[in-house]
Structures are given as structure tokens and as C-alpha cells.
């Protein structure tokens, strides 16, 4: 398939161990933020999304926390398995009409 | 498959072309958005609709550019005297007003000779 990107950052691990992907947000108005996982020659999908009025929510194997503080988020996926490699965005929805601000993205590796 | 469709996945043209590209969003979602992505980088926002109207455009989205959706189902994003900077994937995403989450499409991946 086609890559998404050739010059991401890239995230190597060992399939079974946990991975952390992290993202800086830009808009401290921001209120609401997603994560997107894109596999080669595909759009993005959902993963898991988070208010600004909350720190940590919690999906299926999946974990984000939120700093607003430091303008910061986290993606922890645990368990990673061979079907979690893929590119990963987060985004940010800066304004009421609901536009994506999307991050630069992180390629995650998962090594059998 | 009821979810986000987008035709054609790829398009090949020459600059100068013309080219238009069709996207079906989710049957109850009103609200459409267009994105581009390059290689190694998100999504870039261009413009969105809510129903028929055009509320939103970037200002990445030049002259050459028109996006419609005449009748607040399907929409269209034509690009007129292509260059080779316009190469790129082509996404468009769709949502129901009052929901955050953006369910996006597969992509057209225009290529620009």
C-alpha cells in the first residue's frame, strides 16, 4: 500500500508492550480533542476522544490524557499488538465550527 | 458499507486539467468537510458545509478550487488548471451537527504529472 508518510517521527516497540504517543496542541481555547490512527492507503479513523473538563478517559486498551496546562496529549495504547501499526494524529477543534486542527503525526512500529 | 465513500481512490492527471472529485458523506450526517493531506503531514483543513450551505472555506482553498453540494447529500470538490502542487490525498469527512467526531472517507489521492 501507499505510505501516509516517509519523514514521520517513528515509535518502535515490541508487540505486547505498551506504547505512549505523544502530541503538543497549538489553541488553548481548544475544547475538544481526538485521536486518528491512518493505516497506508486509508483515511483516518477514530480512536478515542476527550473533553477539555476532563484529564484521562479510558477505551478499549486505549488511554488519553489530556495537560491542558502544558498543552499536552497522550495516547497510551497497551497490550500494542501487529494490527496497531499504523500512523497516529491527534486533533484539536479550535473553533465552534467544528474544523480539525490536525498534529504532525507519529508512525508506531509493532515488531512481532 | 454506510459509511463515508469517496470517488475516484486515485486520479492521475496532467497539469493544466481539470479534474472533480465526488464524496457521499453518512445518509443522516448534514454536515460535510473537505480536508487535503501531503505526505508526512495531517490533515488540512479547506471548507465545510452544514446542508447545502458553505460556511467555512481556508484560505488554502485558491480561486481554482470550488467545492458544492447542491442538495445536502453528496458533495463535490473540482479543481481547475491543476499543478503539481495540488498532489495530494483528498479527504472528506462527515458528522451530524452537535457530535465532534469526524468520520472520514478513504481518500482520493490525486497525482499531478
Known amino acids: 500500500g501507499e505510505s501516509v508518510g516517509l519523514h514521520l517521527p517513528t515509535l518502535s516497540v515490541q508487540e505486547g508492550d505498551n506504547s505512549i504517543i505523544n502530541c503538543a496542541y497549538s489553541?488553548?481555547?481548544?475544547?475538544?480533542f481526538i485521536w486518528y490512527k491512518q493505516e497506508s492507503g486509508k483515511g483516518p479513523q477514530f480512536i478515542i476522544d476527550?473533553?477539555?473538563?476532563?484529564d484521562k478517559r479510558q477505551g478499549q486498551r486505549v488511554t488519553v490524557l489530556l495537560n491542558k496546562t502544558v498543552k499536552h496529549l497522550s495516547l497510551q495504547i497497551a497490550a500494542t499488538q501487529p494490527g496497531d501499526s499504523a500512523v497516529y494524529f491527534c486533533?484539536?477543534?479550535?473553533?465552534?465550527?467544528?474544523?480539525?486542527?490536525f498534529g504532525g503525526g507519529t508512525r508506531l512500529m509493532v515488531k512481532p | 458499507d454506510t459509511g463515508v465513500s469517496q470517488d475516484p481512490r486515485h486520479k492521475i492527471t496532467k497539469r493544466g486539467q481539470n479534474v472533480t472529485f465526488r464524496c457521499d458523506p453518512i445518509s443522516e450526517h448534514n454536515r460535510l468537510y473537505w480536508y487535503r493531506q501531503t505526505l508526512g503531514q495531517g490533515p488540512e483543513f479547506l471548507t465545510y458545509?452544514?446542508?447545502?450551505?458553505?460556511?467555512?472555506k481556508s484560505r488554502l482553498l485558491s480561486d481554482r478550487f470550488s467545492a458544492e453540494r447542491p442538495k445536502g447529500s453528496f458533495s463535490t470538490l473540482e479543481i481547475q488548471r491543476t499543478e503539481q502542487g495540488d498532489s495530494a490525498m483528498y479527504l472528506c469527512?462527515?458528522?451530524?451537527?452537535?457530535?465532534?467526531?469526524?468520520?472520514f472517507g478513504p481518500g482520493t489521492r490525486l497525482t499531478v504529472l
Open positions: 458545509f452544514q446542508n447545502e450551505a458553505q460556511l467555512e
Open positions: 469527512a462527515s458528522t451530524r451537527s452537535g457530535v465532534d467526531e469526524q468520520f
Open positions: 476527550i473533553r477539555s473538563n476532563m
Open positions: 486533533a484539536e477543534n479550535p473553533d465552534a465550527g467544528n474544523m480539525l486542527t
Open positions: 489553541n488553548s481555547a481548544s475544547d475538544y
